[in-house]
């Protein structure tokens, strides 16, 4: 079983500063990488995908890869309250022609005022 | 209109009985999905289909079973529901595009109970 390791938190950081989300995974020929923002009850949604090495961003959000490491991480910058959820790594598992997503248990972020 | 749909939202049931989710989808994807979450322990699949022909068995497919009726169309049966059934369950879909595991979009969710 491929494994999706993240801190489970809850990871609390002032307003407007910068929060950082990490999940490392263990399945090295994994290709796809995703983070999905789930707020409490409601269904993920996808904020960033990354598919290689370095950094990729979108507004306040930044992905971050490291297939050596195996390490993928995403950046908030100018964090706001609507910012606190549950972020969820997610990467794709080789599975002899059925490929699909491993999730993480997801990380609780809370942005405090 | 939301693209995802799942019906219902919320089931409060019995153990024993016999009950059925379903999920729509107008995205035009190939590719669905059934997940269930639980607290501490994240988003578990339990079956995927890659098209209607294709079924296949995620990590937690006992005491569930699945159908594809149609490329819009995924329902997810318990049998026989027991207590620990009791979760947040999420339909998603996902196009089969340039890479072999494209993003997954996901439907609100159903909320089953099982006493």
């Known amino acids: 079983q491929k494994e999706v390791e993240q801190n489970s938190g809850p990871l609390s950081v002032p307003e407007g500063a910068i929060a950082s989300l990490n999940c490392t995974y263990s399945d090295r020929v994994s290709q796809s990488f995703f983070w999905y923002r789930q707020y409490s009850g409601k269904s993920p949604e996808l904020i960033m995908s990354i598919y290689s090495n370095g950094d990729k961003e979108d507004g306040r959000f930044t992905a971050q890869l490291n297939k050596a490491s195996q390490y993928v991480s995403l950046l908030i910058r100018d964090s706001q309250p609507s910012d606190s959820a549950t972020y969820l790594c997610?990467?794709?598992?080789?599975?002899?022609?059925?490929?699909?997503?491993?999730f993480g248990t997801g990380t609780r972020l809370t942005i405090i005022p | 209109d939301a693209d995802v749909t799942q019906t219902p939202r919320n089931r409060i049931t019995k153990t024993g009985k016999r009950i059925m989710l379903e999920c729509s989808q107008t995205k035009g994807h190939d590719r669905m999905y059934w997940y269930r979450q639980d607290p501490g322990l994240g988003l578990r699949l339990i079956y995927y289909?890659?098209?209607?022909?294709?079924?296949n068995k995620g990590e937690i497919s006992d005491g569930y079973s699945v159908s594809r009726q149609a490329q819009a169309k995924f329902s997810l049966s318990l049998e026989s529901a027991i207590p620990n059934q009791t979760a947040l369950y999420f339909c998603?879909?996902?196009?089969?595009?340039?890479?072999?595991?494209?993003?997954?979009?996901f439907g609100p969710g159903t909320r089953l109970t099982v006493l």
């Open positions: 289909s890659f098209d209607v022909k294709d079924i």
């Open positions: 997610a990467v794709n598992e080789y599975n002899f022609g059925n490929e699909k997503l491993t």
């Open positions: 998603a879909t996902s196009d089969s595009g340039l890479y072999l595991v494209d993003e997954q979009f």
